[in-house]
């Protein structure tokens, strides 16, 4: 055991953090999200943090890595079509959580294209967060 570390934060997911680089990518998903298959076919690291949501693992990785102040840093997976109507509570929580840490906005992937993006990710991380649309990915920045 660490001390100052989240307890959420599995010795795993801390040694993924301090291996990442400037401009690496970690996938935080839901239950629901392909993680294994995903992971398999783009190399990724695949870790499971089923006890934890989403919010809850975001808020504590970025206490810990900086997000890129030079990129697009977070990346949400967008509705499709037939729940353009669907409120997704779960973007404002994320848009609360980014503003903290980054001055860029969110930015949607339609859903194959967020597929595409996490197959080039150094790692992903299966929650087990239930609500739907609740993927993101994070951009490494340079720790000063």
Request: glycine share 8%; net charge negative; with cysteine.
């Amino acid at each position: 055991m660490l001390k100052g570390i989240n307890k959420i934060i599995s010795p795993e997911l801390l040694c993924v953090l301090a291996k990442m680089g400037h401009g690496d990518e970690i996938v935080f998903s839901d239950g629901n999200f392909p993680g294994e298959s995903i992971g398999a076919a783009g190399g990724a690291i695949v870790l499971r943090s089923d006890a934890t949501g989403v919010p809850e693992l975001i808020e504590a990785v970025l206490e810990l890595i900086p997000l890129d102040q030079y990129d697009n840093n977070v990346y949400l997976m967008d509705k499709t079509a037939q729940d353009k109507d669907l409120k997704v509570e779960i973007w404002d929580t994320y848009r609360e959580i980014a503003q903290k840490h980054t001055d860029k906005e969110l930015v949607f992937l339609e859903r194959y294209e967020f597929y595409e993006r996490a197959k080039k990710a150094y790692a992903i991380v299966v929650t087990g967060e239930s609500a739907i649309y609740a993927n993101v990915i994070l951009k490494k920045g340079v720790v000063k």
